[in-house]
């Protein structure tokens, strides 16, 4: 039986949120202009947690991170490490696979200027707790960016004063659906990569290391 807090890609909780995806549609008619589901393999051990759609991006293909330009890094990474059966993604229709890996966001739909409020991150966290609650044992989770990082521990009802934030800060979690580490990474933005706080070797560390965990030795 589904539950309540399951996510629907009819949801229209967020006000401010459904309005602006009603105005972006009628300048992009072609535009997904919904809320964008997880993307990859249910069972995955591993789960990577963006902030938002981005407007040309998810927003347009109705993918995460697919046909923009924090994409680009993200699924070039995946597939150097064996999570993903292509290094681009340009368009939901590619037919690309993910392999133990799934892609999420804390909040599901395009925000104006991509800055979701805090009202918008608390009322998209539920189905962000349904989607942690559904990893396996010993899974890896890695946030991307702040605002991922914290919504993430809201949603596993952990404090934030006890797992800051910092790039490649590794936590070991005991939840009460089973033991989680989690590795908090910069956003692969444009401007985070272009002003060089996030490097390539960063991000690949990123997910050398979340390959070694899973590998449960």
Partial sequence: MASKKDFKPSCKLCKRLSSFLKEVKKVHPDYYCKPVPAFG?????????????GMHGANATGRPFTGDYSGALLYQTLFQYGFSSAAVSVDADDGMKLHNCRITNAVKCLPPQNKPVGAEINICNKYL??????????????????????????????PKKDYKFAHQAEFALNTITGQRTLISSYHCSRYNTQTKRLTEKMFHDVFARAKVLLKHD
């Fill in 129 to 158: 707790a349904v989607e942690l609650s559904n990893l396996p044992e010993r899974a890896v989770i890695i946030t991307l960016g702040s605002i991922a990082h914290n919504a993430t521990l809201k949603a596993l009802q952990l």
């Fill in 41 to 53: 393999d249910l069972e995955a051990e591993l789960l990577i947690v963006g902030l938002a759609p």
